[in-house]
């Protein structure tokens, strides 16, 4: 199927003690991008998370959001540090003893000093903590995988809308092209017998002139081509798959066909036909850019 860059998913893993949350959307990119944004306490965890999307997803820049909740009652603890205390009493000492002061120190005024006692979170279950938010990243992926399949079936429809189209277009190019040769074949009788007036017309003459006029503004080839580009796409999207690049590839030639169609373009209609071809096939890439 075809899958949209633009997409969003979320999934939360629950244990008795914690909960992970996982939100990712994406928007369009030519490759892949990965942005992930996590507590520091997961962020261990980064390389895991970005070698399971790889999994799930081609190109797209997509922005990760994981969030940690830990539910324990004990999930921190007092710590004393004892080994810093005995360096601030020894230095206090030192400083009484250098300037005649007086050794006034309480254990009230040690436990003051920065780091004596701190508070400690403790050490989460790693194990358990890696299945939970395993959990949450596939299962937020595969939401925004699914939401990005059916963007990508809107597109497909809107797509083969639009080639519709340009086949129309191009079917007129090619009957109203017979018509140009004709319609300058007879104007150019009408202008040799004006100014031969009643001199015999040398018709070989005229056929070659047309013939050459015929050549300069032929689209045979173009509207060939182009058919063929609208048939590729049309099986690309048929097959489904990251095929956003090839897609882009085929819209550019089709681009150049279209151009080419305009410069040889010596007719009101065509001209005028020629446009509205560039148009279609500006708008099939604008499209085109939102596929994986």
């Known amino acids: 199927m075809i899958k949209s860059m633009t997409g969003f998913g979320r999934c939360e893993a629950v244990r008795d003690h914690m909960k992970v949350a996982v939100e990712m959307k994406a928007v369009n990119h030519r490759y892949l991008d990965i942005n992930v944004k ?4 997961l962020s261990n965890f980064e390389s895991a998370i970005r070698t399971i ?10 922005d990760v959001f994981v969030t940690f909740e830990d539910f ?5 603890s007092l710590q004393y540090h004892e080994a810093l205390a005995n360096e601030y009493l020894k230095y206090l000492r030192r400083m009484a003893e250098t300037f005649g002061l007086r050794d006034d120190i309480s254990v009230s005024t040690l436990a003051k000093f920065p780091d004596v006692f701190t508070m400690e979170e403790e050490d989460t279950d790693e194990t358990e903590l890696k299945a939970a938010l395993e959990e949450a990243v596939r299962g937020a992926a595969v939401q925004f995988v699914d939401s990005r399949m059916k963007e990508g079936e809107n597109l497909k429809a809107d797509l083969l809308g639009k080639l519709d189209e340009m086949l129309l277009d191009v079917q007129f190019i090619e009957e109203h092209a017979p018509q140009i040769i004709a319609q300058y074949r007879e104007k150019l009788k009408t202008k040799v017998k004006e100014l031969l007036e009643d001199k015999q017309m040398d018709e070989s003459r005229i056929a070659a002139e047309v013939t050459i006029y015929a050549d300069k503004i032929c689209v045979d080839e173009e509207t060939v081509r182009l058919r063929s580009h609208i048939e590729a796409v049309r099986k690309e999207l048929a097959a489904g798959g990251s095929v956003g690049r090839k897609l ?4 550019q030639e089709m681009n150049r066909e279209a151009n080419t169609i305009l410069s040889k373009a010596n007719d009101l209609a065509v001209s005028d036909t020629g446009i509205e071809l560039k148009t279609a ?8 850019q939102n596929i994986e």
């Open 38 to 41: 996590m507590p520091k306490k």
């Open 53 to 62: 999307l790889k999994g799930y997803i081609q190109r797209g820049k997509v």
């Open 72 to 76: 324990s009652e004990t999930n921190s």
């Open 248 to 251: 882009d590839f085929i819209a």
């Open 281 to 288: 096939i500006e708008k099939v890439r604008e499209q085109i």
